[in-house]
């Protein structure tokens, strides 16, 4: 798709200087010097004196006020008429509207450039931010539009005597030269009682919304209204909703441009290599859902896997300490054992009553205390011994849960790489066949088809064909190298590209 740059070498030199004296001209500044401290006020009525400023066909003077001054200065002052000439102070003030620091400026590209104004533009209405070029454009030009359409009819219904005359007188002469079938259609669309200027503006003027105005701008030109009313009126409104009154000029530059050349800037998506209408649709969805409930039930498989795994390593690290402690157990039982045998070798005498009382009464104690040890050592052992045969066993029961487990996975493997290999090979030959002058890493259908569905594919696909489309192949970049795209339930695509080559589609 053309570029804005492009689009803006189809308007006029005097189209261009006005983009340019807008600007350059329309700031808080100048809007606090034209209202005062009404500046939120009423300023349809003033703001009508800007028309003068540029327009080469205005009958009438209108009152001057600040704004106007400045903007007429501002395209006097862009007096040479190359167009070439009068393009790069556009670009000049777009590059500082956009903030691009000056050791930037001189390298940037007319695609970079485009993309950098209508993302600027975007913020104006919230339009989200890794939205394709040619939606933000279209959402632009959409509420551009409505907020044009509203400032332009606040404009004619604040005109005084002497406005309404000559706006009448405009729209009279427009519509004696309009074509017979433009006459009839305006009449179909409007039925104004008299079909003249004067009933026309009547019609403009008593309806209550912009249905009939937005009829007669579509049908009888812009060049007939106070557009350029409406532009100014429109930035300094903006300022009720924060927004940066650069914002707003931005948004009329991108809408002017491609609503005056007719240019339709969507990608089509029936053309789109994934695009299938909605018979086939049906099936292809319960296809894909086939697929990903067995990629599904192939993760949780192999995680329940991995769990297992973890589980007898666990139980392998068990064993081993309750062997350490069985061990030390073992020899803490025969020491006392044989402890307890010594002691027996000196029952006799002491059982003979020859040897004195109080060593006798010792050993008694003695053999009495070691024995309680032993037995308390002889319990502790087989509690030890249980909780080692408990864990042994554990161990052979989730090894043959692993080892089955192990079948299955690989059974499931086996079904999800035959229709994962089908499935990308598929995409790889669309895309390669789609996207010329792009390549694409073998990873990256792997990647897409495991990882987005068809719907969210076909909102990639639009971001790729933006990116084939345009010369600078960095144009697109929300990082260096990385391209990030809308895609559903508010997440976002990244793309990672080398050039022209795709290296990496991920969520």
Not at 59 to 64: L, N, R, T
Not at 178 to 191: E, T, V, Y
Not at 225 to 237: E, K, L, N
Not at 306 to 322: C, M, P, Q, W
Request: overall charge neutral.
């Amino acid at each position: 798709m053309a570029n804005l740059i492009e689009q803006l070498q189809n308007l006029t030199v005097n189209e261009i200087k006005l983009e340019v004296a807008l600007l350059k001209e329309i700031n808080i500044v100048n809007a606090a010097k034209e209202t005062g401290n009404r500046m939120m006020g009423a300023l349809a009525k003033a703001a009508t004196s800007i028309f003068q400023a540029v327009s080469e066909n205005s009958s009438i003077d209108y009152e001057v006020v600040r704004m106007a001054d400045i903007i007429r200065e501002g395209t006097r002052d862009i007096s040479d008429d190359d167009k070439e000439k009068v393009i790069e102070l556009l670009k000049e003030q777009l590059i500082a509207k956009c903030g691009i620091i000056d050791t930037e400026s001189g390298k940037i590209s007319d695609d970079r450039l485009s993309v950098m104004v209508v993302s600027e533009a975007a913020k104006m209405y919230n339009i989200p931010r890794y939205a394709t070029f040619a939606n933000k454009i279209n959402q632009i030009n959409i509420y551009y539009n409505k907020d044009f359409l509203r400032a332009l009819h606040e404009i004619i219904k604040a005109q005084n005597p002497v406005e309404a005359v000559d706006f009448e007188n405009r729209l009279q002469k427009r519509l004696d030269i309009i074509s017979l079938d433009a006459k009839r259609d305006l009449q179909k669309k409007l039925f104004p009682k008299e079909f003249s200027g004067k009933g026309i503006a009547r019609v403009l003027r008593s309806e209550r919304g912009t249905k009939y105005l937005e009829e007669a701008v579509a049908i009888m030109g812009i060049e007939c209204f106070d557009y350029i009313s409406a532009y100014s009126y429109t930035a300094v409104q903006s300022l009720k909703g924060l927004n940066r009154m650069s914002r707003s000029v931005l948004a009329q530059l991108v809408w002017r441009a491609y609503t005056r050349n007719k240019t339709n800037p969507l990608v089509d998506k029936t053309k789109l290599p994934s695009y299938i209408n909605d018979d086939e649709a049906v099936q292809a969805d319960a296809l894909e859902a086939d697929f990903k409930h067995l990629v599904k039930k192939r993760i949780d498989s192999d995680k329940e896997l991995d769990t297992l795994r973890k589980s007898i390593e666990k139980n392998e690290e068990e064993i081993r300490k309750i062997t350490e402690k069985l061990k030390a157990q073992q020899e803490t039982y025969e020491r006392l054992a044989g402890e307890f045998a010594e002691l027996e070798k000196e029952k006799e005498a002491y059982m003979s009553g020859s040897r004195p009382e109080p060593d006798t009464k010792r050993y008694y104690s003695q053999v009495n205390s070691v024995k309680r040890q032993i037995d308390n050592a002889e319990s502790a052992l087989n509690v030890i011994k249980g909780r080692y045969e408990e864990t042994v066993v554990k161990g052979d029961n989730l090894k043959k849960e692993y080892d089955n487990k192990t079948i299955e996975c690989s059974q499931l493997q086996s079904d999800t790489n035959v229709q994962l290999l089908a499935r990308s090979e598929d995409l790889k030959k669309r895309w390669q066949n789609f996207y010329s002058g792009i390549s694409f890493d073998d990873n990256v259908f792997g990647q897409v088809v495991l990882t987005f569905s068809r719907k969210e594919v076909i909102l990639i696909e639009e971001m790729l064909a933006e990116y084939m489309g345009f010369a600078d192949a960095d144009a697109l970049d929300t990082e260096p190298g990385k391209i990030y795209c809308n895609i559903l339930k508010n997440s976002s695509a990244k793309i990672s590209h080398e050039g022209r080559r795709i290296i990496s589609i991920v969520r």
